[in-house]
Each structure stands twice: as C-alpha cells, then as structure tokens.
C-alpha cells in the first residue's frame, strides 16, 4: 500500500469521527427524554447508509457515467486484492454519504418516528444525494464527463454536495413534519440543550473529522495537505469567534447563546470546505468568520420563519455551505482551479451550482415526503412527543424517566401522604429525596389550613365560576342550617335570596347573576332565608379569586343577624345622628338647647363666612345672621320660637343671610328640634338652602315665559292674559262705563319676501329692527308684543280711539320710510294695521282679537299699507266674518268625518284606442239642508286658517282606503288616480307620513297616485316642492303640475321639478278653438312636454271642437264637462261592477 492510498484510509478514519460528533452534539442539544432516540437513529442511519451505498448508491455516484446524469456500473461493489484503491475510496465516500443523511437526523429530532427517519434516509442515500454527487464529482474514476463538473463547477471537499444537499433536504422535512409542540408559544419559548458539555466535545469531534474530510479530498499525500489542514482550522476558530461576538451584540432572546460558538465553529467549517485548497490563510479566515455571522442571522431568520430546527442544522450545513461554495469564485486562485474561466464566469457557475442543487435535493424531497406523510405520518403524536421518544420509540427508560412517571402518578392521586422512592447515589435521587421532603412540607401546611378553616368562626365557602359550591367549612355549613353535601349545588340553592346590597356602589343590585357576581370579587351584604329554615339571616360576604386558580372563588361568610337586630335596638338612640346625617346636603347647623352652636358642616362655613372653629360656642344669631329685610337686626328669635312651640319650623318666603364677608344670600331653612327618650329638648338643628341662583333662574324663566325670545317684546300668551283681564275688569267693573282702550293690530306686508329671498337671519334682523321702530311710539303704561311671525299687536292703556289712529298712522310711516339692508342691497316693508276699541261693548277676548284681525285683513284687502278702523258694517269685514265662520264647519267636517264627499272626473286619452282608467279626485262639502257646496266656497277659509293640510290628509286617506276596499273591481294594472294637494302641505312632513302609512296600511301601488300640485304653489316653494316631489317619486308616487302656463316663468321653472304630467291652465282651452293665441300657448306646451318627456294634460274641455284641436296640437290626455260630469266616487265601482255583470251575462252558458 502507498502512501496515498495510507492518508486516505486515515482520513476515512477521521471523517467517521464525524459520526461521533453528530451523535454528541444532537444528543447534547436535545432533551434527556430523547437523547437515546437521538442517539439510535444516529448508528441506525450510519448502518442503513454504508449497505445501501454498497449496495445501489456508490455505483450511482460514481460508476460509468450515463448522459453525464447518473453512474451504470458499480453496483454490488466486489473488492479484490488488487482494488485497494477503489475500496479505500469506496469507504471515503460512504463516509461523505453518512454525513449528509446524519445532517437531517438533527434538524427534525425530537417528533419524528424512528421509521420515517429511515424512509428519509433511504430515499437520499439511494436517490438524492448520489444523482447530485455524480453531477460534481462523477468523472473521479471513470474520467467521464459529468454535468456540473464539465461546466466548471467546484465542489472540493462537499460544501454544497454533502452539506448544502442534507441542510435542503432537511429544510424539506422540517416544513413537512412542522415544529415541535410549544416551541414557538410565547409560554414555552427556547428549548434548553440536555447535556451543554457533550454538545461541546462533538466540537472536538468535528475538527479531527473535517482533518480527514477535507484533506482526505486531496486524495493524495501531498505538499497541499498543510494548507488545507491549516486553512480548515483558521476558518474552524474565525466562525465560531465571529458567531460568538455577534451573538452577544444582538442578544437575540430565542437564540441559545451557550450553543452559538459550538455551531459558528462548525458554521466555519463548512464555509472553507469547497475553497480550502485555493485561498490564503487570511481568506481563509475571512470565509470562516463570514459563515459564522451568516449561521447566526440564518438561525434567526428560522425563528421569525417559524421553521424548527433543533440543534440549528439548516443555518449550519445549509446557509454556510451556500456561503462557501460562492466563495470559490469570490476568493479562489483561479490557477488553482483550473477551469480556464474568469472571475465572474466563475461566480456564475458557482451560482448555478447552488441553484441546481436547491431545486433538486428540496424539490424532490419536498414532493416524496409530502405523498408519504399523506399515506403514514411521519410525525409522532402529541402524547408520544410529551413524553419522550426514548419511551414512546424504543421503551428505554432512565431513572430521571422513572421519576417524571412517579412524580406524574403522585399527582393524579393527589395523595399528599405518597413518598417517591429515593437512590441516594444518583441526582435524581438527590432531587427525589428534596421533592420529599418538600412535599411533606405541603403537607403540613395543607393541614394546618386544613384545621384553621375547620376551627374559624366565619364561613369559608369556594365556589366555580358558574357559581357551583365546590367546599363549605363547618362554620359555613352551621349558617346554611346544615344542609349535609353541598357539592352539585348552586350557591342560589343554598339560600333564597331577598336582596343583595353592593358596598363598592352602595345601592341594592337585581337581576344579576352569581357569576357576575363572583367575577366583581366585592363585597356585599345579603339578606336571605337559608332552605332548610324559616330564619332570615344577613350575611356579611367579601369575595375574592382563589390564589391558586383563577377559575374559582373564595367566599368569606359573616353573619350579622344579630348584629342587624343590635342596630334596630340602638335605632332611637341614633335619631339625633341621624336626623344630622340626612339634612347634609345643605347648610347644616346644630346647637345647644340655649342656641351655642355645636357643629356646622362645610356648605354652612361657606354661606355664613364662619369657619367651624371659630364658630363652636357662638351664639346662633351672631353666626346664622338670617333676616327677612335689609333693615332687620339678627336675633335669637328662632330659637325661642323652637322652644315654644316644640315643633319644627320651615319658612315659607326666602330670607336673607349676611355673610361674614359682606355678601349676602337668599335661602330657605327649615329648624328642627331633638329630643331624648324622655322628650326634653337635647338640640336644635338648622338646615338651609341657597337659593339665590335658583331665584335669578326663576326671574329668566318669568321673563322668557312672558316675552319674545328674539324682539325681547312680550309674547302671545302674555298679550293675551293682558288683554282678557282688561276685558274681565270691564265687563265686571262699576263706573268704567267711560273707560276706554285701544288694540293696534299689525301686520308686515313684505316680509316673505324679505324672508325668502335673503334667508331667515335676514328676516329675524327685519323684525328686530321693525319692532325697535314700534317701540318709539309706545308709552311706557302701554303693551307692545309679537304675536308670531311678522304680526305684532299694541295695546294702549286708557287711550281714546282717535290718539290711537294717530299712533298707528305713524307707526305705518315710519316703517314705509324705513328701508332694510342686507349684503348690499336695500329693501322696503310696509304694514297693514287694524284698530279696535275696546270699551264696554267689548265682550271677550275671541270677539275683541277676531274684530283686530278683521280690521287688518281689510287693510290688506284694500292694497296694503293702509290703517284701518273696525266697522261693524264694512263689507270687507262681513266677508272676512264668513270665512271666519267657515273654520268651525270644516273642521267639524274633519273631525266628524260627515261632511265631506269624494266626487271624481274622468280624464280620458287624446288617443280612443288608449283604454286605460284615469280620474282626478274632488272634494266636495253638503250644508245642513244637504245641499252640495262647491270647493271655491270653502277652500280659501281653509287656506287662510291653516286647516287645507288636514283637509288634505283626509282625501288622501279616505282615497286609499276606497281604492283597497274596491281593489277587485278596479283595473289596478292600468289606471291612475289623481289627488291634488295644496301648497302648504308641501311644506308639512305629516302629509308625507300620512302617504307612507296609507301605502303601507293598503298596499295601493305607488304608480297608480299621481299627486296634482298648482304651478303657483310649486314655485312660490320651488325648492320645498322639488325635494317633495323627488322623495314621492323615489317610492313611486307620480306628479302632476296644475295650472300650467298661468306664470310668467312656467317653462323657466318646468326643469327644476320632476314631475310626470303638464295640466295646461283651462284659461288657456275654454276658447282654444278660437283663439289662436291660446292656440300659440297650448301647442307650445304640448311641444315641450313632448321633449321633456312629460305628458300633457287639458282641463275645461267643453266641446266638441276643442277635443279636435287638442287631439291635433298632440295634448296627450283631455278632462272637462265635455268628457265627464263630476259624480260621487262610489258611482266609479258601481260602473265597473255593472260593466262585470254584463259581461258575465254574455258568456255562453
């Protein structure tokens, strides 16, 4: 044998050394409980992969090469005599093989089955690792050209062959398999390593290893052999030092620092083996220290990955060996290398390397794993990995196994009494006999809490958090009245429960339950009758969380029944304390039967100005200065009145306290005496109030009571409790007869305007002012008041009829003179006024204010600002009377709901062929004779007196209740029903209301309404009346404009409303045959409604002639005396159920 072949038989040596190491360091930095585990599968995998790699492996990394993808030959090795050479490096090579499988056993110890590991190790032994081994290091014997080697490729001694292909293959099975049970929870955290000084030999192990390793790669005794010894150790120390620094400047928490510099030794290892025989010392060293650093930040990156790798392997064999082999085109003598490429195409090649052994050793293996553990877990279960793969693997057990199993035993019984057995040679005999000793601790001191809650005087109840009785001691189970087994009960079957008072919120709480009531962990008083008695007992209980478990609830039981019965007896006693106690909320004083003050609380110091000290012994009036004037002296007058009378004294009317200070307030006391149980007086207790704030508030709220929030004039209701009792003293008086005053009615004629076109801030600044310039004009006797919007009303004390025309003439100038401006722009108001005397003809208020407004109405008649006196006579006046007289008989007719009458008109289709039902719905109102009134006789009254809203729900409402009772009757699918509404409903959120609830309560489709407003209406509302309209139309209810064209602005409006018809104004149709300036106009709406989309409508149709115009001007739908006469509604079902009836005659029998 030579030399060579001498050195490479020793290195074989040496690289199995390596086994040693892994099987230290794995069972180093494992658990105790699975170090044999560790340890088995350490020789199993060495025994598993030399047969196999004789066996099929060797030949497939290193027989004739195939395509230069895999080896054909060598299968079944035989060695001669004569092949010395091929069996050493046979055994070098296995020993390569071993190092890469051992690789993964690390990675995924501790919940891997035994036989999983040996699948894993058979699929890289025979498949993995030697088809990549061929791809680098395949022409070793045959020469032949091999697929990364003939690109350039260097590997020298395996830093990607053999340790980047078992760190990717363990990768792969890590994330299969998945981390071991808690190591990534926040409760667990680090795994401790088992035995820290055997992890630290395998350290040894592996430096005498990596000797053989990379210099047994040279494959000959040689001059480089120094070097590369030299070079493997230098970057052996630089990685772990570097690894050690870094750690300690990161201090990362879940990084083991005592193991950091066994691994960044390795780390470095593996970094300088596929470079050691082409770099200096110096990038020795650097490329050492490098895959130090990047083993630590690698093992980081795990963590925070969530990838369990446990004793680090993956950033070890893995990262670092990335590292090294791109270190050879980094640092490498590319003489050494001999591959006749640059720098960067060596780099390149190097990358592609790495690359290529990535996807082949994690691809593959990733891919089988998977479709394994589908078919058998390769995973151990939760149980196995709690207790240990060395018993649940292979039934090993050791004595600290014995132990845990004992002490598990123990505390299943829980039997305090049980010793475990003690070997007093061993540790864990040692921690034995201390776990003895310490629980014959517990046990005493188990029984001497035992014994005081069996002895203590209180109850002691424990309880769960569902308020389950767990315990009761002896004195619990005596207040309970001796209930025998307690547990399986609730603590509300223990005792019924009257009340339960809180102390933490003082008051009484109900309806909550006892675990609410358990997790507030308060204290409370209960009040109950235990289950087994008749007794009510009070219970003084404080809850608390039991120190030991969360989950349950220690209650301390008092019985304070006698305690209760103890402060009943003691209750007269308590009467003077407690008469004191409830008066504190005020000013509180109590003296000595003489008057000597004993006591003042707080509020009393600060309303007298006496502090208590000073107080004490004074006598009551120099302290408690109250007086019912400012004149009035301070006396001892109160006390004198309590003895006399013996009784206690309240104030009726507020009085005044001086202050030591100077102030003085307004209160109100009340004085009371105290007496013992013989009744003689003991005390006197004065209790006050300020009520000095609340007599200022009670003066603002007279004052807003009576006067106009925004003028500051007095009000409606006061103005009219002025002036009824003006007119009561006349009516009742004697001697007054002459006695005469003067009612000035007002009203702003443009104040709408104002209002509308600059907003109500403006319009609130106009009556402002106005009222100022009424007031110049107004004696001090007199009463000048806003009685709502823009009406103002003057009454003038004493004053004769012609002084107050003169009054009231000049109150109209100047408000005509006067100009208002706002954002720079002028504006004019005048005023309407009405005047009436009021003497003895003068009845009652309703006659006097109605005569007011009369006479104000006639000046508005009459054109506007003028003044007007009441006259019986005056034509104006009597119609205005009728109006007035009108209210009554409408809102009687609402009320009651016998006046009103539906009537309907039909609107027919300009075009015959159009079948549809269309009508419009009338009101009408039958007079006592029941004679018909037509609506233009009514409807202005109920304009003007604000009743045309309710007028207007009451159509809508009784049209949709006729609709739903003649549902069946009616062609619902094909009809429209038109109802009119007035302006002012356009403004009243009720009437939308009212529509919702009839839709809702009939459930008449929306299509079939169609709402009729006037043009008038809508535009004096424009933007009212188009939000109106558009929330109608969005639940879909239709519109219908009326009087169109009757404005000057008709079309100029028409598109900010969306409405569905133009009804043309009958001013416009009466003569449209006729006249071809109504031609002009109804063609003109016919025209535009066409291009907006909105049928159009004509009323007054009353011949012949005009339906032939309409139907050629294109006038869509034609209503008027000429189509249909006006009938009662009902008459509209009678027409259909007669039409049903012929039509059921005329079927074929």
């Known amino acids: 044998m030579d030399l060579d072949l001498l050195w490479l038989m020793i290195s074989t040596i040496l690289v199995l050394m390596m086994q040693a190491g892994f099987l230290c360091l794995e069972s180093g930095l494992t658990r105790a409980k699975n170090s044999i585990n560790v340890a088995i599968k350490n020789l199993a995998d060495l025994i598993l992969v030399f047969l196999l790699w004789w066996l099929f492996g060797f030949g497939l990394?290193?027989?004739?090469?195939?395509?230069g993808l895999w080896g054909s030959d060598h299968f079944l090795l035989e060695i001669g005599n004569n092949d010395a050479k091929l069996g050493v490096f046979f055994l070098f090579q296995a020993m390569f093989c071993a190092t890469a499988v051992t690789i993964i056993s690390g990675a995924i110890a501790e919940r891997t089955k035994f036989n999983a590991y040996l699948a894993i190790a058979i699929i890289v032994t025979l498949f993995t690792y030697p088809i990549f081994a061929h791809w680098v290091w395949g022409g070793a014997l045959s020469q032949s050209a091999v697929l990364l080697a003939s690109w350039g490729f260097v590997d020298f001694a395996g830093a990607t062959v053999v340790h980047s292909l078992g760190g990717w293959v363990a990768l792969a099975a890590v994330i299969v398999i998945g981390p071991r049970s808690g190591v990534f929870s926040k409760k667990n955290g680090v795994v401790p390593p088992s035995n820290l000084t055997l992890a630290t030999l395998a350290s040894?192990?592996?430096?005498?290893?990596?000797?053989?390793?990379?210099?047994?790669?040279?494959?000959?005794?040689?001059?480089?052999?120094?070097?590369?010894?030299?070079?493997?150790?230098?970057?052996?120390?630089?990685?772990?030092?570097?690894?050690?620094?870094?750690?300690?400047?990161?201090?990362?928490?879940?990084?083991?620092?005592?193991?950091?510099p066994v691994n960044g030794l390795i780390a470095g290892l593996v970094a300088i083996t596929a470079t050691c025989h082409a770099v200096d010392q110096t990038q020795a060293f650097v490329i050492g220290a490098i895959g130090g650093l990047i083993y630590v930040y690698g093992s980081i990156l795990l963590l925070k990955l969530k990838i369990d790798d446990a004793i680090g392997a993956i950033p070890v064999h893995l990262f670092a060996g990335i590292w090294g082999t791109l270190a050879v085109g980094l640092f490498a003598d590319l003489s050494t290398l001999n591959t006749d490429m640059t720098r960067i195409e060596q780099i390149g090649v190097q990358c592609l390397g790495i690359a290529i052994c990535g996807l082949w050793a994690f691809g593959t293996t990733f891919?089988?794993?998977?479709?394994?553990?589908?078919?058998?877990?390769?995973?151990?279960?939760?149980?196995?990995?709690?207790?240990?793969?060395?018993?649940?693997?292979?039934?090993?057990?050791?004595?600290?196994?014995?132990?845990?199993?004992?002490?598990?035993?123990?505390?299943?019984?829980?039997?305090?009494?049980?010793?475990?057995?003690?070997?007093?040679?061993?540790?864990?005999?040692?921690?034995?006999?201390?776990?003895?000793?310490?629980?014959s601790r517990a046990e005493q001191a188990v029984h001497k809490t035992t014994t005081i809650v069996k002895d203590v005087q209180a109850g002691i109840v424990t309880l769960n958090a569902s308020a389950w009785v767990l315990s009761v001691n002896p004195a619990a189970d005596k207040i309970f009245a001796g209930q025998g087994r307690y547990q399986g009960k609730t603590f509300e079957q223990l005792i019924q429960v009257k009340s339960i008072y809180e102390v933490a919120v003082q008051r009484e709480i109900t309806h909550k339950p006892w675990p609410e009531i358990l997790k507030e962990n308060g204290h409370i008083y209960l009040e109950g009758q235990p289950k087994n008695t008749l007794n009510l007992v009070y219970l003084d209980i404080v809850i608390t969380n039991s120190s030991y478990n969360d989950k349950e609830y220690i209650c301390l039981v008092h019985d304070i029944t006698q305690q209760k019965s103890a402060e009943e007896a003691l209750f007269q006693e308590k009467e003077k304390a407690k008469t004191t106690l409830d008066?504190?909320?005020?000013?509180?004083?109590?003296?000595?039967?003489?008057?000597?003050?004993?006591?003042?609380?707080?509020?009393?110091?600060?309303?007298?100005?006496?502090?208590?000290?000073?107080?004490?012994?004074?006598?009551?009036?120099?302290?408690?200065?109250?007086?019912?004037?400012?004149?009035?002296?301070?006396?001892?007058?109160?006390?004198?009145?309590?003895?006399?009378?013996?009784?206690?004294?309240?104030?009726?009317?507020?009085?005044?306290?001086?202050?030591?200070?100077?102030?003085?307030?307004?209160?109100?006391?009340?004085?009371?005496?105290?007496?013992?149980?013989?009744?003689?007086?003991?005390?006197?207790?004065?209790?006050?109030?300020?009520?000095?704030?609340?007599?200022?508030?009670?003066?603002?709220?007279?004052?807003?009571?009576?006067?106009?929030?925004?003028?500051?004039?007095?009000?409606?209701?006061?103005?009219?409790?002025?002036?009824?009792?003006?007119?009561?003293?006349?009516?009742?008086?004697?001697?007054?007869?002459?006695?005469?005053?003067?009612?000035?009615?007002?009203?702003?004629?443009?104040?709408?305007?104002?209002?509308?076109?600059?907003?109500?801030?403006?319009?609130?600044?106009?009556?402002?002012?106005?009222?100022?310039?009424?007031?110049?004009?107004?004696?001090?006797?007199?009463?000048?008041?806003?009685?709502?919007?823009?009406?103002?009303?003057?009454?003038?004390?004493n004053c004769p009829l012609a002084k107050g025309q003169a009054i009231a003439e000049k109150i109209r100038q100047v408000v005509r003179d006067y100009r208002?401006?706002?954002?720079?722009?002028?504006?004019?108001?005048?005023?309407?006024?009405?005047?009436?005397?009021?003497?003895?003809?003068?009845?009652?208020?309703a006659e006097v204010v109605n005569q007011a407004d009369s006479a104000c109405y006639t000046s508005k008649k009459r054109g506007k600002n003028q003044v007007n006196v009441y006259q019986p006579a005056d034509n104006e006046i009597q119609r205005h009377k009728q109006q007035v007289q009108w209210v009554s008989r409408l809102q009687q007719a609402i009320d009651q709901d016998n006046g009103f009458e539906l009537y309907f008109q039909k609107i027919v289709a300009a075009n015959p062929d159009d079948p549809s039902l269309q009508f419009e719905i009338l009101l009408r109102l039958r007079d006592e004779n029941h004679e018909l009134i037509p609506p233009n006789a009514f409807l202005p009254s109920a304009e003007r007196y604000n009743l045309i809203q309710a007028i207007d729900k009451w159509v809508i409402q009784r049209t949709f209740a006729w609709l739903a009772t003649h549902r069946s009757r009616l062609p619902h699918n094909n009809m429209k029903c038109a109802i009119n509404l007035s302006g002012k409903s356009l403004n009243d959120a009720e009437v939308i209301q009212v529509i919702d609830q009839c839709q809702a309560k009939y459930q008449i489709a929306p299509h079939i309404i169609c709402f009729e407003i006037t043009e008038t209406a809508a535009i004096d509302n424009l933007s009212l009346a188009s939000q109106f309209i558009i929330q109608l139309k969005n639940k879909g209810f239709r519109f219908a404009l009326d009087d169109f064209g009757a404005g000057l602005s008709s079309f100029n409006y028409l598109k900010n409303l969306p409405v569905d018809f133009l009804k043309i104004d009958g001013s416009f149709v009466r003569q449209v045959d006729q006249d071809p300036l109504d031609q002009a106009m109804v063609q003109s709406v016919a025209n535009i409604g066409k291009t907006l989309g909105i049928k159009t409508i004509a009323e007054y149709v009353a011949s012949p002639n005009i339906v032939s115009y309409l139907q050629a001007a294109g006038v869509d739908y034609l209503q008027g005396y000429h189509i249909h006469k006006p009938e009662p509604l009902d008459n509209l079902a009678k027409q259909f159920m007669a039409k049903s009836a012929n039509q059921q005659e005329a079927l074929p029998s």
């Open 583 to 797: 008066s504190i909320g005020d000013g509180v004083i109590s003296t000595s039967p003489s008057g000597e003050i004993q006591y003042i609380n707080q509020t009393a110091e600060k309303l007298t100005g006496w502090r208590q000290a000073d107080a004490l012994g004074k006598k009551l009036h120099s302290v408690f200065c109250a007086v019912n004037n400012l004149t009035e002296h301070p006396s001892d007058s109160l006390i004198r009145q309590i003895k006399q009378s013996r009784d206690t004294l309240i104030t009726e009317q507020s009085k005044l306290l001086f202050c030591r200070d100077g102030q003085v307030y307004a209160i109100r006391y009340t004085a009371a005496p105290i007496f013992n149980r013989a009744q003689q007086l003991t005390g006197i207790v004065i209790v006050f109030q300020d009520v000095t704030h609340t007599q200022r508030i009670q003066r603002k709220l007279n004052y807003q009571a009576t006067h106009d929030a925004l003028t500051d004039l007095y009000n409606r209701r006061e103005f009219d409790n002025r002036l009824r009792h003006l007119i009561d003293n006349i009516v009742a008086g004697e001697g007054q007869a002459r006695v005469q005053h003067v009612l000035i009615y007002i009203d702003l004629d443009q104040f709408k305007i104002v209002n509308d076109v600059c907003g109500h801030a403006a319009g609130d600044q106009l009556l402002k002012q106005v009222s100022q310039h009424m007031q110049r004009f107004v004696r001090a006797q007199d009463m000048l008041a806003r009685l709502g919007g823009d009406e103002f009303a003057i009454l003038l004390y």
């Open 367 to 439: 891919c089988l794993l998977k479709g394994l553990n589908y078919f058998y877990r390769l995973r151990v279960t939760a149980r196995q990995e709690h207790i240990g793969l060395n018993v649940a693997e292979h039934g090993a057990k050791t004595d600290l196994v014995d132990f845990l199993v004992a002490v598990n035993e123990a505390d299943l019984d829980e039997d305090l009494s049980k010793r475990l057995p003690v070997e007093p040679f061993t540790e864990v005999g040692q921690i034995a006999q201390q776990y003895n000793k310490m629980i």
């Open 61 to 67: 990394a290193f027989g004739e090469s195939e395509i």
């Open 204 to 260: 040894v192990f592996f430096l005498l290893g990596w000797i053989g390793f990379n210099g047994g790669s040279t494959l000959a005794f040689n001059n480089e052999l120094p070097k590369i010894l030299i070079n493997t150790i230098l970057a052996a120390m630089a990685g772990g030092v570097a690894a050690y620094l870094v750690s300690q400047w990161l201090r990362h928490p879940n990084l083991q620092l005592s193991v950091v």
């Open 820 to 845: 208002f401006a706002w954002q720079g722009k002028e504006y004019a108001v005048t005023t309407s006024i009405g005047i009436v005397a009021i003497n003895e003809n003068s009845r009652n208020l």
